[in-house]
């Protein structure tokens, strides 16, 4: 299927590695001209490299940039959102992503990890999609996709946290959806069930080494509830996201996409 999104600028948030890379590196070989940013300044680089070679790869000629940000800060997305515009254009595509809020039950969550979660999962979408909309408007086109989370569709144990304020993120997506639907720009929702990013499998490995059981045990528990009987590919996710954006999903807006192997039982 041809995306029709060749030459349009993609802003991804936190994609110096993880989900947002691969969604950089999916929209490049798209011929997106692409922007990435991350807190994390060490891997800018090479993730900037990567995304230039998946654009190679498929034949693009596109332009890539890389930005160090830190998404809780206002200041920080409001000049993000200045550079891209200088170096790349008006955006057209924005996706946002951060690390993820603190885990934990009710009785860990301190009134700093809530803020703390607030302004890293909420606002920062927030800020982004405010920095850009008015861009969006102008072109009479826009995609926005917001990286949630299952957690959307069924709170996950022990995230009290991010199951709060994803959906803060799904209320604001919907309701802005309907708000800007008439200036032809969607706005989206992809939620993944458990994916193997490097973080992911960080995460396992030290949750497994805590129960005392081994990396695979602990895999196996993980992917017992999941009817596909694996974990998701961050490219899996990305190409979820790839659609989202592109023309031909032009009538689809204010959904919450689901990429979670079948896990979440809810209809
Ligand atoms: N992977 C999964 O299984 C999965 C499933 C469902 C939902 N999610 C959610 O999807 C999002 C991305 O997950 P991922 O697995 O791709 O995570 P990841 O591999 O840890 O990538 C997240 C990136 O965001 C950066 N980051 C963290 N805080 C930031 C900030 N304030 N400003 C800018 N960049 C920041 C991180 O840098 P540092 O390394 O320096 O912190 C890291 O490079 C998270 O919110 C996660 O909870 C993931």
Same mark, same amino acid.
């Given at each position: 299927?041809? $995306?029709?999104?060749?030459? !349009?600028?993609?802003?991804i948030g936190a994609s110096?590695?993880g989900l947002g890379?691969a969604t /950089? ?9 692409? /922007? ?8 800018? +680089?090479?993730?900037?490299?990567? @995304?230039? &070679? ?5 034949? +693009? ?18 000049? =993000? %959102?200045?550079?891209? !515009? ?8 924005l996706v946002t992503n951060s690390g993820g ?7 860990? &969550? ?9 302004? =890293?999962t909420?606002?920062s979408a @927030? ?17 926005i996709i917001n990286f949630t989370s299952?957690?959307l ?5 022990? $995230?009290?946290?991010?199951?709060? @304020?994803r959906?803060?993120v799904?209320?604001?997506a919907?309701? $802005? ?11 989206n929702n992809v939620c993944p069930?458990?994916t193997?990013t490097?973080? &992911? ?6 949750? %497994? &080494? ?10 196996? /528990?993980? @992917? ?10 961050p490219?899996?996710q990305a190409?979820a996201v790839?659609?989202l954006?592109? +023309?031909? /999903? ?6 919450s996409l689901?990429v ?6 809810? =209809?």
């Amino acid at each position: 299927m041809d $995306l029709g999104i060749r030459g !349009r600028v993609a802003l991804i948030g936190a994609s110096g590695r993880g989900l947002g890379l691969a969604t /950089a590196t999916r929209l490049a070989m798209e011929g997106c001209h692409i /922007a990435i940013c991350d807190k994390d300044t060490a891997v800018l +680089e090479g993730a900037l490299a990567q @995304v230039k &070679a998946a654009a190679t790869s498929t034949g +693009e000629t596109i332009k890539a940039f890389a930005y160090p940000v830190d998404l809780t800060s206002a200041q920080d997305i409001d000049r =993000l %959102a200045a550079d891209v !515009r200088r170096d790349l254009g008006p955006v057209g595509i924005l996706v946002t992503n951060s690390g993820g809020p603190p885990p934990g039950g009710f009785e860990e &969550a301190t009134d700093e990890k809530w803020v703390f979660a607030y302004s =890293l999962t909420f606002l920062s979408a @927030v800020r982004l999609i405010r920095a850009v909309l008015p861009d969006m408007k102008a072109q009479k086109w826009g995609r926005i996709i917001n990286f949630t989370s299952r957690s959307l569709r069924e709170p996950i144990p022990n $995230l009290i946290i991010s199951n709060s @304020v994803r959906l803060a993120v799904g209320g604001m997506a919907k309701t $802005l959806a309907g708000e800007v639907a008439k200036y032809g720009i969607t706005v989206n929702n992809v939620c993944p069930g458990p994916t193997t990013t490097d973080r &992911a499998i960080e995460l396992a490995k030290a949750r %497994a &080494a805590k129960k005392g059981i081994s990396y695979d045990e602990e895999m196996a /528990a993980t @992917v017992k509830g999941i009817p596909l009987g694996r974990l998701a590919k961050p490219e899996e996710q990305a190409a979820a996201v790839a659609f989202l954006c592109s +023309e031909p /999903a032009g009538y689809v807006t204010g959904i919450s996409l689901l990429v979670d192997g079948g896990a979440v039982q809810a =209809l």
